[in-house]
């Protein structure tokens, strides 16, 4: 790592250093006369107090005082900024459409969708059913039912800790339903057997009813107490995991266009390097996936609040910009009546690692969306319906937020992490991209792709993004990623769980 | 089934019809004078409008037109009672401590806690390190790794689907410590290693920081983010259950006085049969329990809401009846400002069924809880200090009710179904009661004792509390529940989760 500090955009007032710089030293033609912490912030330009301060060539603030070239830019120095002025400029979508004409090999279903895996999935309407899905899963396994089937890729127990002792209809139902609903749609589903107990508030029948869900056969359901308990399901439930594998088995890798992949992005365990290198690269690989064809999946609404309108100017129509404002104001209201609020950020953490507004901090996580025009704005776990760039409402909490894009569709998962997050989510590979070299030396075994190169040896964020764009058309064409060789995603569905308990 | 119908308490006004029974039949001296479908009510005397009328020997509410003897009575005819007004006679507490000298073989800890089992538990502080304390469980088994130790029962992997995504002060995370310290302190556990990933919002060192969990050395932890990832950790946890192991392996079975047994209480899949076998059957064990010098937990708060009158006139001191309405309050609050309610019960199912007033179905649920003097009030997984009946607050859907007794410190749970509820609860035994022999004899594999027969062949509540009684002793002493053979328990760890997910 030669260079002491990195200006994010040309414009930049700021630099950040990448590691301790003491007064006196240089960057570019800038003499620091306050020593910088790594992760800070200093002026590479004199600032008038009133000025606008940009980082990522956005506003993350306004100077509050006159700040001098080389002075440190924290707090003391600058506050929040009307959020509507913020948008100076807009950055450019890398329209690149250099993989339009890659394939990636498949599993084509019968309704279009492209599937990246091959499982039967065991879903269940409620914590209750749990165990049995997940004895049938042991029982396949033990007793070797798959062996036959050598185009499916395993059978996935759906296990949650919900599904009763709520409300049969509102908004915590509703949300449940579609997750459920689009698990059993996932074309990385080669087939589901869906298990109730039979009294739960989440019924069988709703689920399966009236939707075309795998009008092919290859999705069947039974209800505990209706078969006679837990050793009456199983025996039935191996049955029919039989006769679903049968029809899975049939389906086999084809060429698809690289416009059948969906990717999920999330970042989870951030640090100070996530907006700087992880994410940006995520966000170049963004837009070459889109100008290919592809969608890519924003979400975390949390951790957008505060540049929510980096994504409204670039709304492809006035309604999607409303929609997302609608969505921020329902988080407004959501964190209110729970006692919470949406800016405490950034948090005591943050501002000690050198993050300084809310502005700057989303910046960071709003990059991995790239610059692609938005091109829809769903509801946590509603079905994609269209290609492009998208943002579906979720929290920032990793697994559920995860959660929401596969059953919204997603069939890839690309994961960004500074800290080291681990988990992965079947049915769809996650790929973990390291934010620091550091990181991923320690974590090698669970990450798939470093981007702390781009610090640590110069890479370029377009050459990190067209090295991603590789890795997902590997994966999506059946190679593993770490955390599918490690046996992950056993426990990492977890619905968005609104309302009371009751 | 002989008689047609049953009259719960000698002074009732209302009689329940155990079928379906036609006009002109005659139940005691009342000649029904309109059909009454199976598990509605008919009058047994003749009822002036206003009085009220009484099921279970208590008000369930009040008359609003004169109803003859032999009519059927329902929301036409009958209304809500003043409930401050309702309590018209405190049920005799069934105090006979005939199990009082009686001994269970268990395991008896260093805090002087008894355990009914001896597990090593894989605690884990975040949904993120959830897959890798299955891992461990998973390779201890394939390596036979509990075979030196044959005093152990088991490795029980503690996983859920939160402990992130949360604000890291109040309610929400205040509840989920609660219930993650209190299972790391349940005596039937001989030792636990806690796994956390590292960035978490709910930290190990704060779980094992500061308080006295397990000074005998058998509480271990570790963070995958420190450990080097996925591998190292699964490798280095192996050799921590190992060392656990050994030292809960010097543990073994010896005699323990009935006061050592914290049972449980919940009814889940309840049908209209529960308040009338099981649930009461459950109240006679209780106050035998109870009088022997054991502790018997009723929670389940959204189920005893209007009936909340008869535990607070059996409070042993004042301030147990305020701290009781307290909850009350805070759930009225809880439930208002999710947009629910708490009296939209009895529910169109419940009034379909023959329940009236949500005083008659609450009542229901409370004949679990006998009518020992109420001798505690405790928050969600709050630690038991007192033997005795107590009432512990929780939601009624089973698997979160149940995690909070078992956090609180139960070694037994004790479940009535009449749908036929099949879970089970590691590490603590879960005793099924069915409500009727019907179910009993359909899902025989899951169910554990039937109380069926108190309706089909006149089996009293005392012979039924006296057999539990027996069940609780010899299962308490290491003889297995169905759900404990079919091997439940590895989904239905759910903290309940207060609170916005960020
Ligand atoms: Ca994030
Ligand atoms: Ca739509
Ligand atoms: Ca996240
Ligand atoms: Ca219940
Ligand atoms: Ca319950």
């Known amino acids: ?27 570019d033609q800038t003499k620091l006369i306050e020593p910088i912490p790594r992760g800070h912030k200093f002026a590479v330009t004199a600032v008038k107090s009133g000025d606008k301060v940009t980082r990522y060539g956005q506003v993350i603030g306004q100077a509050r005082l006159d700040i001098a070239p080389g002075a440190h830019v924290h707090s ?54 749990g165990s049995v899905a997940r004895f049938i899963a042991e029982a396949a396994d033990k007793t070797n039912l ?35 609903a689009g698990y059993a749609q996932n074309p ?42 837990t050793a009456a399901t199983v025996t039935k439930g191996l049955k029919h995991v039989k006769e679903i594998a049968a029809l899975a088995n049939q389906c086999r890798r084809q060429p698809a266009p690289i416009s059948a992949l969906t990717i999920g992005m999330q970042c989870g365990g951030s640090d100070g390097y996530s907006g700087i290198t992880a994410n940006p690269a995520l966000g170049v690989a963004s837009d070459f996936l889109v100008s290919s064809g592809g969608t890519s999946i924003l979400s975390e609404t949390p951790e957008i609040y ?10 492809a129509r006035p309604e999607l910009a409303d929609q997302l404002m609608d969505r921020i104001s329902w988080w407004e209201d959501y964190t209110s009546r729970n006692g919470g609020e949406m800016d405490n950020n950034p948090s005591p953490g943050n501002k000690k ?31 994609i319906d269209t290609n492009g760039f998208v943002f579906m409402d979720s929290p920032g909490f990793d697994p559920c937020s995860v959660t929401g894009q596969i059953a919204s569709g997603a069939n890839l998962i690309v994961f960004t992490t500074g800290r080291g997050s681990v988990s992965g989510y079947q049915p769809v590979p996650c790929i973990k991209l390291a934010t620091n070299t550091e990181m991923f030396m320690r974590l090698e075994g669970d ?28 994966t999506a064409s059946g190679n593993k990623t770490k955390s599918e060789k490690l046996g992950y995603g056993g ?12």
């Open 1 to 27: 790592m030669n260079q002491p500090a990195l200006k994010l955009h040309p414009d930049d007032t700021v630099a950040i250093a990448l590691r301790d710089i003491d007064v006196g030293e240089v960057f």
């Open 76 to 129: 003391h120095n600058l506050g929040m900024a009307d959020r509507l002025n913020a948008v100076i400029h807009q950055d450019t979508f890398r329209a690149d459409p250099k993989f339009a004409d890659r394939t990636f090999d498949g599993f084509h279903r019968s309704d279009g969708k492209v599937g990246t895996r091959n499982y039967i999935g065991v879903l269940t309407s409620v914590n209750c059913s």
């Open 146 to 180: 798959l062996d036959a089937f050598p185009n499916v890729d395993g059978i996935v127990p759906i296990v949650h800790g919900t599904g009763c002792g709520m409300n049969s209809q509102g908004e915590a139902y509703d949300t449940l339903f579609r997750t459920l």
């Open 188 to 229: 990385n589903f080669g087939g589901i057997l869906l298990i109730g107990l039979g009294c739960e508030v989440m019924q069988v029948a709703d689920l399966v009813g009236g939707r075309p869900i795998r009008p092919d056969g290859t999705l069947r359901y039974m209800r505990i107490q209706n078969e006679g308990g």
């Open 306 to 315: 505060g540049a929510e309108h980096l994504l409204t100017s670039r709304a």
């Open 353 to 383: 690692g050198g993050l300084t507004t809310i502005l700057e901090k989303s910046l960071g996580a709003v990059a991995k969306g790239g610059n692609a025009p938005l091109g829809g704005v769903y509801q946590f776990a509603e079905q």
């Open 447 to 474: 990450m798939d792709l470093n981007c702390g190169d781009i610090i640590s040896d110069g890479v370029s964020l377009n050459e990190k993004g067209a090295e991603l764009m590789e890795l997902l058309i590997a």
């Open 491 to 502: 426990v990492e569905f977890v619905p968005w769980q609104l309302g009371a308990t009751m």
